[in-house]
């Protein structure tokens, strides 16, 4: 979970493959294969105007030229900077990375735009707060042709000064690292990886990655199919801050709702030397545990957790978790799939939480009544997860939702819930102005933008949240969907 951006900074690695922002859409023979165009949503958290500062860099090693300009965002607003549209840019493409700063504390999520007509989802990732760079990054998991999936990965420096990483990728099982790689960076730029590329790791793979650099750097991932179902994801990788032995999942599904979506969850060791004891304690719909996994996993390694696996898990079961360790503290990613053949196109990916926050941001946030369909309209719905991390009991949970002017359109207030519990919004059980909550974040003439606060009222209270943003994979089949997972923020 990200902290504050006490320093008004956002670190945003991009993966924008495309080599031409104009290029038109068509179909591709895999999500692997697919380009996308990088749209950054970023949310203004404080209650006045803000100045941000965007600055573009190109990928490592290359020589061209960092590139500065500024935008305007009004208090408590949410807005987008689509990068092949943004005439600052017209001369930028490929891969490359961007630092953001403001004069006023701001979120930001990376939003992946497919140029296929084939891969509709759209890969999420939050952007990383000043406080969040480290020398030691974690990857949970990296694929190379393993359940028809690969990993592209960015590690982007995050520090003021050059760094010099080492990179190790580590197979399920062993404790020595399949292959090392070691590499500079120069201040704000990044290198970018394609685990399908990468001959060391042989004809497959199936592991995670650790990072340690001489500085602070950041990591993101995308994740996508190798054969026709084009599912892709993302994620972000996870520095020492976030370390814990006790990492918190808002949600944990097994057969549930008419795609029948199930959770997995891959759990990597932080320590070099040691192994670790993992739990896994699954909870209802109430605070109780109603089942529990363990394994032990060797020192760098990781080891997949999938719900519908655990004895006393219902069918249809939507409920949370919670994930502890012993031997050294752990990372977690989590991961949702469907069943493929009523949404063969479904899988998200979120990072665990090892502590929440009495105040959330979602940067964002959309919602369509009418509209959920391919044609005509491609609309989005966004589904808030929403888990009391704390000792105590939440008090009412308030989650505000805001126009892409700031602008505040509906409010839904939810009862108290126990440690351990979740509960869910989405702006469609908001009170407020109905007729745009029912098409939240789509303005009349075409404007799009929408962002939320999750807040619990309760001293002390800590909370954490996924959201959920949804499309319609059919036209016909309102079952078949695709969807992606970004973690709430922390803004306090």
């Given at each position: 979970?990200?902290?504050?951006?006490?320093?008004?900074?956002?670190?945003?690695?991009?993966?924008v493959?495309?080599?031409?922002?104009?290029?038109?859409?068509?179909?591709?023979?895999?999500?692997?294969?697919?380009?996308?165009?990088?749209?950054?949503?970023?949310?203004?958290?404080?209650?006045?105007?803000?100045?941000?500062?965007?600055?573009?860099?190109?990928?490592?090693?290359?020589?061209?030229s960092?590139?500065?300009?500024?935008?305007?965002?009004?208090?408590?607003?949410?807005?987008?900077?689509?990068?092949?549209?943004?005439?600052?840019?017209?001369?930028?493409?490929?891969?490359?990375?961007?630092?953001?700063?403001?004069?006023?504390?701001?979120?930001?999520?990376?939003?992946?735009l497919?140029?296929?007509?084939?891969?509709?989802?759209?890969?999420?990732?939050?952007?990383?707060?000043?406080?969040?760079?480290?020398?030691?990054?974690?990857i949970?998991?990296?694929?190379?042709?393993q359940?028809?999936?690969?990993?592209?990965?960015?590690?982007?420096?995050?520090?003021?000064?050059?760094?010099?990483?080492?990179?190790?990728?580590?197979?399920?099982?062993?404790?020595?690292?399949?292959?090392?790689?070691?590499?500079?960076?120069?201040v704000?730029?990044?290198?970018?990886?394609?685990?399908?590329?990468?001959?060391?790791?042989?004809a497959?793979?199936?592991?995670?990655?650790?990072?340690q650099?001489?500085?602070?750097?950041?990591s993101?991932?995308?994740e996508?199919?190798?054969?026709?179902?084009?599912?892709?994801?993302?994620?972000?990788?996870?520095?020492?801050?976030?370390?814990s032995?006790?990492?918190?999942?808002?949600?944990?599904?097994?057969?549930?709702?008419?795609s029948?979506?199930?959770?997995?969850?891959?759990?990597?060791?932080?320590?070099?030397t040691?192994?670790?004891?993992?739990?896994?304690?699954?909870?209802?719909?109430?605070?109780?545990?109603?089942?529990?996994?363990?394994?032990?996993?060797?020192?760098?390694?990781?080891?997949?957790?999938?719900?519908?696996?655990?004895s006393?898990?219902?069918?249809?079961?939507?409920?949370?978790?919670v994930?502890t360790?012993?031997?050294?503290?752990?990372?977690?990613i989590?991961?949702v799939?469907?069943?493929?053949?009523v949404?063969?196109?479904?899988?998200?990916?979120?990072?665990?939480a090892?502590?929440?926050?009495?105040?959330?941001?979602?940067?964002?946030?959309?919602?369509?009544?009418?509209?959920?369909d391919?044609?005509p309209?491609?609309?989005?719905?966004?589904?808030?997860?929403?888990?009391?991390?704390?000792?105590?009991?939440?008090?009412?949970?308030?989650v505000?939702?805001?126009?892409?002017?700031g602008?505040?359109?509906?409010?839904?207030t939810?009862?108290?819930?126990?440690?351990?519990?979740?509960?869910?919004?989405?702006?469609?059980?908001?009170?407020?102005?109905?007729?745009?909550?029912?098409?939240?974040?789509?303005?009349?003439g075409?404007?799009?933008?929408?962002?939320?606060?999750?807040?619990?009222?309760?001293?002390g209270?800590?909370?954490?949240?996924?959201?959920?943003?949804?499309?319609?994979?059919?036209?016909?089949?309102?079952?078949?969907?695709?969807?992606?997972?970004?973690?709430?923020?922390?803004?306090?």
């Open positions: 979970m990200r902290r504050t951006l006490s320093l008004l900074l956002v670190v945003v690695a991009l993966l493959a495309s080599s031409n922002f104009t290029a038109p859409v068509s179909a591709q023979s895999s999500a692997y294969n697919t380009n996308f165009i990088t749209s950054i949503t970023y949310q203004n958290i404080s209650n006045a105007d803000a100045t941000v500062t965007f600055t573009f860099y190109p990928p490592s090693g290359s020589s061209a960092p590139i500065t300009f500024n935008r305007s965002l009004a208090a408590n607003a949410g807005a987008s900077l689509f990068v092949g549209g943004a005439s600052e840019l017209s001369g930028f493409s490929g891969q490359g990375s961007a630092v953001i700063s403001s004069d006023q504390p701001i979120v930001a999520t990376v939003v992946q497919p140029q296929s007509s084939t891969v509709r989802n759209r890969p999420l990732s939050n952007g990383f707060g000043s406080n969040d760079g480290s020398n030691n990054v974690l949970a998991t990296v694929l190379k042709n359940f028809n999936q690969t990993t592209k990965f960015s590690i982007q420096n995050a520090d003021t000064s050059p760094v010099t990483v080492t990179l190790r990728f580590f197979r399920v099982g062993e404790a020595t690292a399949t292959h090392t790689e070691t590499f500079s960076l120069n704000g730029t990044a290198r970018f990886f394609d685990a399908g590329t990468i001959s060391q790791l042989g497959s793979f199936n592991g995670s990655a650790t990072i650099a001489t500085g602070k750097v950041v993101t991932a995308i996508a199919t190798t054969d026709s179902s084009y599912r892709v994801s993302a994620f972000e990788g996870v520095g020492t801050s976030q370390f032995n006790t990492v918190y999942m808002p949600s944990a599904l097994c057969n549930f709702g008419g029948l979506q199930r959770t997995a969850y891959a759990v990597q060791n932080t320590s070099a040691n192994p670790v004891t993992v739990t896994v304690s699954y909870r209802g719909s109430g605070s109780s545990i109603i089942a529990t996994q363990s394994a032990t996993i060797l020192p760098g390694g990781k080891q997949s957790f999938q719900t519908c696996d655990a006393g898990i219902p069918s249809n079961y939507n409920g949370s978790a994930i360790s012993t031997g050294a503290p752990i990372v977690v989590g991961k799939f469907a069943q493929p053949s949404s063969p196109a479904f899988l998200t990916a979120f990072v665990g090892g502590s929440g926050a009495q105040k959330l941001a979602a940067p964002y946030v959309r919602w369509t009544t009418t509209r959920f391919v044609n309209g491609n609309r989005q719905r966004a589904f808030i997860a929403i888990q009391n991390v704390g000792t105590g009991a939440s008090g009412n949970i308030t505000k939702y805001f126009d892409r002017n602008n505040l359109v509906g409010t839904h939810l009862n108290s819930i126990d440690p351990g519990q979740k509960t869910n919004s989405n702006p469609s059980l908001a009170t407020g102005q109905s007729d745009r909550l029912a098409e939240f974040g789509y303005e009349t075409g404007a799009t933008g929408g962002s939320a606060t999750i807040e619990c009222a309760n001293s209270c800590q909370i954490v949240a996924v959201i959920r943003i949804a499309s319609a994979n059919s036209a016909t089949n309102p079952a078949d969907i695709v969807a992606e997972d970004y973690n709430a923020i922390p803004i306090n």
